[in-house]
């Protein structure tokens, strides 16, 4: 099992900066990549980035050139510097980890955090 804890959300206004967190913990030795996703009520779960253990990165289009992610495998977390945000960036941001355990794969979400982009 791996638990997966998110801060950061917050108001931010348009244009503005915000960092978010994620620190994992229980068996993490397994995991192979992380990510954000995000999701507004009542519309689908959007993937916003991923990041390997190698420090490989994926972007989500809407999000390309704006954010950030980047993790720290001594401290078992990733970030999301979001950048230039904009207000169709308000949503729940969810981290999530792939574990691969003799090829076995687990996928485990935190309870996500709010980002509210508004003037």
């Known amino acids: 099992q791996v638990q997966l804890v998110e801060s950061g959300g917050d108001l931010v206004q348009p244009g503005g900066s915000l960092t978010l967190s994620c620190v994992t913990s229980?068996?993490?030795?397994?995991?192979?990549?992380m990510g954000w996703y995000r999701q507004v009520k009542g519309k689908q779960l959007e993937m916003v980035a991923h990041?390997?253990?190698?420090?490989?990165?994926l972007y989500g289009e809407s999000v390309k050139g704006r954010f950030t992610t980047s993790r720290d495998n001594a401290k078992n977390t990733i970030l999301l510097q979001m950048n230039n945000v904009k207000s169709e960036d308000s949503a729940v941001y969810y981290c999530?980890?792939?574990?691969?355990?003799?090829?076995?794969?687990?996928?485990?979400w935190g309870r996500g955090t709010q980002v509210t982009v508004s003037s």
């Open positions: 999530c980890a792939a574990t691969n355990v003799a090829g076995s794969r687990s996928l485990f």
């Open positions: 990041i390997d253990t190698g420090g490989n990165t």
């Open positions: 229980g068996s993490v030795g397994g995991v192979y990549v």
